[in-house]
């Protein structure tokens, strides 16, 4: 199926679609030839009829000898006497006096007698029969030859010339198939081969080279216009895709001096409880805004921009970075699994993925527990794991929700519902499926596993 994929296309495709037209128009012609051979073979059949008995006639000429008795002919033979074969022969001499053959009606000798030396003279014989005399001097001596259509073959010889025909034609159709099949193979992938340029240059457009457009240099006229076109919506895009861009820088600008500022005025407060309580609020206020960001970057991210990653160092910076933060709540972290595990994808954004998923591990498990974290080798990915209390089965997939905030029991606060959306968008992007299950013994295990594609 691969093959004839390769040779005349998939379903629906252009290149099918050619062929199948082609061959169409060319099944036809090989239909119309036919008809016309069959017309023309027809139209002729009398002169090709005509033409084969006088070849008969001079090849019996050839053989008689006058100065053999009999004229060198065997009147026994079966060609003078058999009632087999296509032809009948029957050989006369001057006076009208059978040499060999049974064609001895008087019509048919008066009909003889008036024939030209050396010129073939069509004999009219009973019922569909055909018959061509001829007048030869040899030794100078005078012989008529008859050569006439056999009524029981006669039918059977038609079709027997008709086949003969078709069979000496039918080999130049069957080439000239094969050259049009093999012009129209040749004809089709050249005529495409635009359109796997362009396939390959739209390929390499996205966030990292927006600029690129597509060549309209080298593509057939008809299509000319349409690719103006989608040049003109990648013109678009990229003026989106940087303003949101700007849109981005300006927020992260105008959001995070401020909150540096608020930052510096609650720690003049002298009210303890306040200033903790502040402190919080900003604290949480630039977190969320943090993962805005990261949330914007994971939607826009392509694979265009990755490289190989190793899950297990990842793994190592993420329990790095939290270890401290995991000590002061009661709590540790560990990874274990496999050492080196290599995957197409972008470092920053898996790093930002996976540290989602242990923060809220950290959050939701009990303290003096552990949370795990597990490299996994076949698939790739990994696996995060408490001792928490479990997510209910309906919250499973409506946490990946951006904004859906689920409050669980171990846990007095709730997220922004902005996390695991983060999880999700970076899981999509590296074609990988993130899942949160129960855990044998307790608690949540957060899967997050690369197809095999990817």
């Not at 999880?423 to 999509?428: E, I, L, M, P």
Request: net charge negative.
């Amino acid at each position: 199926m691969k093959v004839l994929h390769r040779v005349i296309g998939p379903r629906r495709s252009l290149k099918r679609s050619l062929l199948l037209n082609i061959l169409a128009a060319l099944c036809f012609c090989i239909l119309l030839a036919g008809a016309v051979i069959i017309k023309e073979f027809y139209e002729h059949l009398e002169e090709n009829i005509e033409d084969a008995l006088t070849d008969e006639a001079y090849e019996i000429v050839s053989q008689i000898d006058p100065a053999r008795a009999g004229y060198g002919l065997d009147a026994s033979a079966l060609r003078f006497q058999g009632i087999e074969g296509n032809y009948r022969y029957t050989v006369f001499d001057d006076g009208g006096g059978l040499i060999a053959g049974g064609e001895t009606s008087g019509e048919i000798w008066r009909q003889l007698a008036a024939t030209t030396l050396g010129l073939p003279h069509p004999i009219a014989l009973l019922g569909d029969r055909r018959g061509i005399g001829l007048r030869a001097r040899i030794v100078d001596q005078e012989v008529v030859i008859l050569v006439s259509t056999f009524p029981k073959g006669n039918n059977q010889t038609r079709f027997a010339s008709l086949l003969h025909e078709l069979e000496e034609e039918i080999w130049w159709v069957i080439l000239g198939l094969v050259v049009v099949l093999t012009s129209t193979l040749f004809a089709t992938r050249q005529a495409l081969s635009p359109l796997r340029s362009l396939s390959d240059q739209a390929h390499q457009i996205g966030p990292s080279a927006a600029g690129r457009r597509l060549d309209v240099a080298q593509v057939p006229a008809e299509i000319a216009p349409l690719i103006g076109d989608v040049n003109k919506a990648f013109d678009r895009l990229e003026q989106g895709y940087q303003a949101q861009r700007d849109f981005s820088a300006n927020v992260a600008h105008e959001i995070r001096t401020p909150i540096a500022v608020l930052r510096s005025s609650i720690d003049r407060i002298t009210d303890p409880e306040l200033k903790t309580m502040l402190t919080q609020d900003v604290d949480q206020l630039d977190r969320i805004f943090a993962q805005l960001i990261d949330l914007s970057r994971a939607d826009a991210a392509l694979k265009t921009s990755f490289e190989p990653v190793d899950l297990h160092s990842v793994a190592v910076q993420v329990a790095t970075d939290l270890a401290q933060s995991a000590l002061r709540s009661g709590r540790s972290l560990s990874v274990t699994g496999a050492e080196t595990v290599l995957v197409e994808g972008n470092a920053g954004l898996l790093t930002i993925a996976l540290s989602n998923v242990v923060r809220n591990a950290l959050q939701y498990t009990p303290e003096a527990s552990e949370v795990e974290i597990e490299v996994l080798a076949n698939p790739a990915g990994w696996r995060v794991l408490d001792r928490g209390a479990g997510v209910p089965d309906n919250l499973k997939t409506a946490l990946f929700e951006r904004f859906n905030r689920g409050t669980l029991a171990n846990s007095n606060s709730t997220g922004s519902g902005i996390g695991l959306a983060i999880v999700k968008s970076v899981a999509q992007s590296h074609n990988a499926t993130s899942i949160i299950q129960d855990r044998e013994g307790g608690g949540t295990a957060f899967s997050f596993i690369f197809n095999a594609s990817a």
